[in-house]
């Protein structure tokens, strides 16, 4: 079991900076892939970036690429995104999500969540 808490979500300007993090519970978090996810009002929601258990693997949708890093620290149970040249259309709530089995794309894939935090980036 693992529990997530995500922090960070703000409202900000176009072209501008976030770094949400999500920390973690349990002695065991290095053992977990981990995800972030965003949603928007109306629409599904959708894979942002998964990192895997060590750090050295990521993965990133296309429209993120080069704009979000995402990190780990398993020392301190911690997953950030670093989100630059931030859009309006990036404006959704992120959520952090946590894996025993895969470094996965889809929902399914992902047995733990945090509760979200909102992202708004005015043009």
């Known amino acids: 079991q693992v529990q997530l808490v995500e922090s960070g979500g703000r409202s900000v300007q176009a072209g501008g900076s976030l770094r949400l993090s999500c920390a973690a519970s349990?002695?065991?978090?290095?053992?977990?892939?981990m995800g972030w996810f965003r949603q928007a009002p109306g629409k599904e929601r959708e894979f942002v970036a998964a990192?895997?258990?060590?750090?050295?693997?990521?993965y990133y949708t296309d429209s993120v690429k080069g704009r979000f890093i995402i990190s780990r620290d398993n020392a301190k149970n911690t997953v950030n995104l670093q989100m630059n040249s931030l859009k309006p259309e990036d404006s959704a709530v992120y959520y952090c999500?946590?894996?025993?089995?895969?470094?996965?794309?889809?929902?399914?894939?992902?047995?733990?969540w945090g509760q979200g935090t909102q992202v708004t980036v005015s043009s």
């Open positions: 999500a946590a894996s025993s089995t895969r470094v996965g794309e889809s929902p399914r894939d992902y047995g733990f």
């Open positions: 349990g002695r065991t978090f290095s053992r977990y892939a």
């Open positions: 990192i895997d258990w060590s750090g050295s693997i990521t």
